[in-house]
């Protein structure tokens, strides 16, 4: 079963927008990720956000935690067509001892150019 | 440094027999995962392995295991296939817990 929920599921926009979408999950993480996957294949390494941070960025994006909320989201700002790809949410829940991420059903994203 | 890489990269196979993945992780990562991606369940956790341990398991019948090797290389074999087991497989390979994971291109099984 997945913790997450993602929200959009689907987003289309264009070329230069920026783009935000938004993960819930259900229990306690030390750590929040978030993934890219461009079509069926493997998942890319975005960002990671811990449990005792509010805000973070890298390039173009941006990603809040509101652990209060038990929610996140990312901002992809300037979005270009190579953004076009889905994106995943996963936490690293407290509980768990090693490395067991539980995904979120993905947004998929369609940038036109 | 290389990436983590998986083989095969596509795979057909029938039902009841069985196959085995394999996952290369990152150089100097002990901790590899594998995860089942399928367009109705989602990305789900199958299981970890730390130092030829595993050390988390997730809710997949027994036919599904793993193992990891002492130069961390990791194999995951599903027997008796089912119609379902049709999916993306991905392997991904950690330097530390809680860190970030890299996931390889995965392995494309389907099941006829």
């Known amino acids: 079963s997945q913790q997450g929920e993602e929200d959009p599921q689907a987003l289309s926009i264009q070329e230069g927008e920026n783009a935000t979408m938004n993960c819930s999950y259900k229990t306690s993480i030390n750590n929040l990720q978030w993934y890219r996957q461009n079509s069926g294949r493997g998942l890319v390494h975005l960002i990671l956000?811990?449990?005792?941070?509010r805000e973070k960025h890298s390039g173009r994006l941006r990603v809040t935690l509101d652990t209060s909320k038990k929610s996140s989201s990312l901002l992809i700002t300037a979005s270009r067509a190579a953004d076009t790809a889905s994106y995943f949410c996963?936490?690293?829940?407290?509980?768990?001892?090693?490395?067991?991420?539980?995904f979120g059903g993905g947004t998929r994203v369609l940038v036109k150019p | 440094k290389a990436g983590v890489t998986q083989t095969p990269r596509y795979l057909i196979k029938t039902r009841g027999q069985q196959v085995t993945l394999s996952c290369s992780p990152i150089?100097?990562?002990?901790?590899v995962s594998w995860y089942q991606q399928t367009p109705g369940q989602g990305l789900q956790f199958l299981f970890e392995y730390f130092s030829e341990t595993q050390r988390n398991k997730g809710n997949f019948p027994g036919r599904f295991s793993g193992r990891q090797f002492s130069n961390s290389r990791s194999e995951m074999n599903v027997s008796t296939l089912e119609l379902g087991d049709s999916a993306l497989y991905l392997c991904a390979s950690s330097l530390v817990t809680g860190d970030e994971q890299y996931f390889g291109p995965g392995t494309r099984l389907t099941v006829t």
């Open positions: 150089s100097g990562h002990r901790s």
């Open positions: 996963a936490t690293d829940p407290i509980k768990a001892a090693g490395n067991k991420l539980t």
């Open positions: 956000i811990r449990s005792n941070e």
